[in-house]
């Protein structure tokens, strides 16, 4: 094997030089170069030695630069499925490919040895989370208790029927609030939401969602059909802030957990007409997904509850 030729300002490294010589000229360079904080240093370094061990024992020997620079875009994969194998997650592999990438940089710049894999250029994306729903009843205690320490009997109403439509028909909190009287449709008509990038869908109502609707409707203190349909304490339009706030003193009172939020009412709403037999593209269509595979993480949900009852649940589990 043979070191790649130097770039412009390169010094090529002897084709024999240990490559854990070349990780600590690195290291040192993020030091006194680069200015990199201490505990970059010690991360990369470890991360290092972990990759240059994989190596070794990868290639029967201690490598060398001649063997960083024949390193190819298999070998790297290998590396990350192994660290994969014993339970690392993306994120962490993403910091560790990271570590590499700035190593084979600094390579490049002083010893001419390319980047073996710019496929690899792209770090690994972290699994997003899965939603987390809210039980049937803790939902339904949002929606039902929220208006309890209002201050007046109308922000009770009020409050009880912004839940409910983020509940009972999973809007989005930004989507709830931009609604204007005039949006309120008739009797037994389904209501026509803007979602992100102003596209529109129909989104039906329940009965008992419409009916907190009207109740607030009818109380409330602006008459024109573009006033906002959720006001403020000074009868602007009701501010997000304002009701994620009011919702964490709430569950942080009634014992809820933290994921009782506007967003996790919304989580709530999809998951339990997943669990109740809904198809996703229905679900999909109600919640304004541009695409199915963000649907789809609730059937991940689904599958995670069910494998955990059954852990509780099976003699043998």
Known sequence: MSVSPPSTDAAPAAADTPAEDLRAAFLAY???ERRAAPKTIITYGGDLAEFL??????LGAE????????????????????IATNGVGNATRAKKLAAI?????????????ANPAPGLSLTPRARKPLPRALTTPDAKSVVTAIGDDAATTALAIRDTALMALLYGAGLRIDEALSLNIADLPPDATPLIVRGKGGKQRIVPLLATVREALVAWRRIHPAAAPQSPLFLGAR???LNAGVVQRHLRNFRRANGLPEHATPHGLRHSFATHLLAAGADLRSIQELLGHASLSTTQRYTDIDTAQLISVWQKSHPRA
């Open 101 to 113: 990438r700035s190593f084979y940089r600094y390579l490049h710049l002083r010893h001419g040895i």
């Open 53 to 58: 061990g994989f190596l070794t024992a990868h």
């Open 63 to 82: 490598p060398t630069a001649a063997d960083l620079a024949a390193l190819t875009l298999t070998d790297l994969r290998s590396h990350l499925a192994r």
């Open 30 to 32: 993020l030091a006194s």
């Open 235 to 237: 009868g602007a339009r």
